[in-house]
T-cell receptor, first 113, second 111 residues
Framework: QQQVKQSPQSLIVQKGGISIINCAYE??????FPWYQQFPGKGPALLIA?????SEKKEGRFTISFNKSAKQFSLHIMDSQPGDSATYFC????????????FGTGTRLQVTL | SQTIHQWPATLVQPVGSPLSLECTVE??????LYWYRQAAGRGLQLLFY??????ISSEVPQNLSASRPQDRQFILSSKKLLLSDSGFYLC??????????FGPGTRLLVL
């Protein structure tokens, strides 16, 4: 049973545009929601993370929007650049589970010139 | 600062051969450690995690095993590799906070 659903599977955005990736979860015991960025052949790197007590977190061009009532969260990449082309994973952690993360299936982002 | 190492970076092994992948973490103590497998173009599947020396939890039944002989060392093993064991193996650690930090990965090809 997939506990974190991520969409779209792939995304093509023009340079300068906004990239939006969405995730939805069902388990209300999740209390930490990170996003990871992965380049081909590399390990995922933490990009930005949010807790459910805030609705938005911004770091540079990257913003997480969080809707607790809808159990949804999304990653917005403003002014998308070709260097942002990567696979993005959302994840969620359940309280008291040794920081185990449940990952979404990933979104492959391509930013074109 | 903390650093996580994995080796080898790439491995090509015949079916039926044994496997040993190693992960070590520097700059922290008593981390939680994790092994993931990522099939080509797919998501991350948690295989094992460990909260301390000798403490291993398996997430999915499979042909692999894990061990933690030292506080900052995590080993992924197999006695006999299957074709389906091919993939990108990632080690990660966390300590104190919820964040997991991933290593560079080992690409395993079983022929």
């Amino acid at each position: 049973q997939q506990q974190v659903k991520q969409s779209p599977q792939s995304l093509i955005v023009q340079k300068g545009g906004i990239s939006i990736i969405n995730c939805a979860y069902e388990n209300t015991a999740f209390d930490y929601f990170p996003w990871y960025q992965q380049f081909p052949g590399k390990g995922p790197a933490l990009l930005i993370a949010i807790r459910p007590d805030v609705s938005e977190k911004k770091e540079g061009r990257f913003t997480i929007s969080f809707n607790k009532s809808a159990k949804q969260f999304s990653l917005h990449i403003m002014d998308s650049q070709p260097g942002d082309s990567a696979t993005y994973f959302c994840a969620a952690r359940k309280t008291g589970t040794a920081s185990k993360l449940t990952f979404g299936t990933g979104t492959r982002l391509q930013v074109t010139l | 600062s903390q650093t996580i190492h994995q080796w080898p970076a790439t491995l090509v092994q015949p079916v039926g051969s044994p496997l040993s992948l190693e992960c070590t973490v520097e700059g922290t103590s008593n981390p939680n450690l994790y092994w993931y497998r990522q099939a080509a173009g797919r998501g991350l599947q948690l295989l094992f995690y460990s909260v301390g020396i000798g403490q291993i939890s398996s997430e999915v039944p499979q042909n692999l095993s894990a061990s933690r002989p030292q506080d900052r060392q995590f080993i992924l093993s197999s006695k006999k590799l299957l074709l389906s064991d091919s993939g990108f193996y990632l080690c990660a650690w966390s300590g104190g906070s919820e964040t997991q930090y991933f290593g560079p990965g080992t690409r395993l090809l079983v022929l």
